[in-house]
């Protein structure tokens, strides 16, 4: 019966529908063999090149923020010897306030001090003060002798407040806030 069925003549229409499976395998078996890879690996592709283009944007930031410092260094190493800041190991108060006696000799100072702030290994001790100068020019002195104390400082606010309503001529009462840091090993 097997060979009989092998060795007759198909018909027509067996012809048509073996032609057909034909063609259905082989479409199944390209879109198994052949497409469905294909679409796999171009999404991994895709994926890949999403996470080269992240990693390519962060390469970029770290690259930025390394010539930013680059330019920092650049600049502090180009500062005189005589202009750089040493910024003290923390609790630095004892010499602190003998350089501020010294600044506000004579000047009728008001001192005061926040709490000490700690980020990290950096302390800042913040100072509020005010005092009398004769004039524009000796508060210029002692602003330029309070921030020159060779100590890492950074004045945050000034303010002048006339006596008789002009800063150039008469005397002035200062007030101000600075900040000096220091390392806290």
Same mark, same amino acid.
Not at 134 to 146: C, K, M, P
């Given at each position: 019966?097997?060979?009989?069925?092998?060795? =007759?003549?198909?018909?027509?229409?067996?012809?048509?529908?073996?032609?057909?499976?034909?063609?259905? $395998?082989?479409?199944?078996?390209?879109?198994?063999?052949?497409?469905?890879?294909?679409?796999?690996?171009?999404?991994? @592709?895709?994926?890949?090149?999403?996470?080269?283009?992240?990693?390519?944007?962060?390469?970029?930031?770290?690259?930025?923020?390394?010539?930013?410092?680059?330019?920092?260094? *650049?600049?502090? /190493?180009?500062?005189?010897?005589?202009?750089?800041?040493?910024?003290?190991?923390?609790?630095?108060?004892?010499? $602190?306030?003998?350089?501020?006696?010294? @600044?506000?000799?004579?000047?009728?100072?008001?001192?005061? /001090?926040?709490?000490?702030?700690?980020?990290?290994?950096?302390?800042?001790?913040?100072?509020?003060?005010?005092?009398?100068?004769?004039?524009?020019?000796?508060?210029?002195?002692?602003?330029? *002798?309070?921030?020159?104390?060779?100590? =890492?400082?950074?004045?945050?606010?000034?303010?002048?407040?006339?006596?008789?309503?002009?800063?150039?001529?008469?005397?002035?009462?200062? /007030?101000?806030?600075?900040?000096?840091?220091?390392?806290?090993?």
């Amino acid at each position: 019966m097997n060979n009989s069925f092998l060795n =007759r003549a198909f018909s027509r229409r067996e012809k048509l529908l073996m032609v057909a499976f034909v063609v259905i $395998l082989l479409v199944g078996l390209y879109i198994l063999l052949v497409h469905y890879p294909i679409v796999n690996r171009t999404q991994e @592709i895709a994926q890949e090149s999403e996470e080269l283009l992240f990693q390519q944007d962060v390469a970029n930031s770290y690259l930025a923020t390394y010539n930013n410092m680059k330019a920092e260094l *650049d600049e502090i /190493f180009k500062i005189p010897e005589d202009e750089l800041t040493e910024l003290p190991v923390y609790d630095n108060i004892q010499t $602190l306030m003998l350089h501020l006696n010294r @600044i506000f000799d004579g000047t009728d100072p008001s001192l005061s /001090f926040d709490a000490v702030r700690i980020a990290g290994n950096i302390a800042s001790r913040t100072v509020r003060f005010s005092f009398s100068a004769t004039d524009y020019a000796h508060a210029r002195e002692v602003i330029d *002798d309070l921030t020159g104390t060779g100590f =890492r400082c950074l004045l945050d606010s000034l303010s002048f407040s006339p006596s008789n309503g002009s800063v150039e001529t008469g005397t002035l009462r200062v /007030f101000g806030t600075i900040t000096f840091y220091e390392l806290v090993k």
